[in-house]
């Protein structure tokens, strides 16, 4: 790919970040921004339908940690409700939750990536879910 191709590759997507890791958080925020997309980021969980909602993401990415709502919970509620459930939704999360996530039926997710990442293995992943 070109660098110009790189750098304009989401040039037409708003996406929506939710990390309770301000760091992590910033990290995909600039990554996002350098690849031309647009970017909410929020920690807070119990905002994340209404922001959502409002800001209509073309993908939210969502880290399920301890302080917002948990994950599953969030992205069925994402996918059940009729404003969000085209939204794809990338889960972010640790090696050790993978099972956990497996056994609780993954059927809200679009797809996941396991921490800890590249931002190679992250445009990927956001790459896939586009085409």
Request: glycine content about 6%; hydrophobic content about 35%.
């Amino acid at each position: 790919m070109k660098k110009a191709e790189k750098i304009n590759r989401f040039s037409d997507k708003k996406f929506l970040i939710i990390d309770e890791y301000e760091d992590l958080r910033e990290a995909i925020s600039s990554l996002c921004l350098s690849c031309g997309a647009g970017t909410i980021v929020t920690r807070d969980g119990r905002e994340l339908l209404f922001q959502a909602i409002e800001e209509k993401p073309d993908l939210i990415i969502i880290n399920p940690g301890k302080e917002t709502r948990s994950g599953l919970y969030t992205c069925k509620l994402l996918k059940n409700h009729g404003e969000t459930k085209h939204i794809p939704i990338l889960l972010t999360i640790a090696d050790h939750l993978v099972q956990h996530y497996a056994e609780n039926n993954l059927s809200s997710i679009d797809d996941f990536l396991i921490k800890p990442f590249g931002t190679e293995e992250l445009m990927e992943k956001i790459e896939q879910i586009f085409k």
